[in-house]
Nanobody
């Protein structure tokens, strides 16, 4: 009924930049918080950044000052601008959103995207 589709991953050199996008589609009544998570090989999935429907943001200490999360509520899309990338940022990045679907009783669902690979290497 609802899906998240990520784009923008790829290979970049250390110090470079990438911009990830995640668009929600389907039977959407309302989108509450949205966020990005990363999962490196052999590690648990970890929070990168979140943003509320009102625009309040939260970042992992490791990305503060380098990454910026934003959203376009009209397009149901969340972005992650990643600057000054480091090899340790290499991971699969997953989009997450708390979405209230239109089907009664209008419950909130925790939706995940399929992930996009970001590789930082020279």
């Amino acid at each position: 009924q609802v899906q998240l589709v990520e784009s923008g991953g790829g290979l970049v050199q250390p110090g470079g930049s990438l911009r990830l996008s995640c668009a929600a589609s389907g039977s959407i009544f309302k989108i509450n918080a949205m966020g990005w998570y990363q999962q490196a090989p052999g590690k648990e999935r970890e929070l990168v950044a979140t943003i509320t429907s009102g625009g309040s943001t939260n970042y992992a200490d490791s990305v503060k000052g380098r990454f910026t999360i934003s959203r376009d509520n009209r397009r149901n899309t969340v972005y992650l601008q990643m600057n000054s990338l480091k090899p340790e940022d290499t991971a699969v990045y997953y989009c997450n959103a708390a979405i209230v679907i239109t089907t009664p009783p209008l419950q909130e669902h925790d939706i995940w995207g399929q992930g996009t690979q970001v590789t930082v290497s020279s």
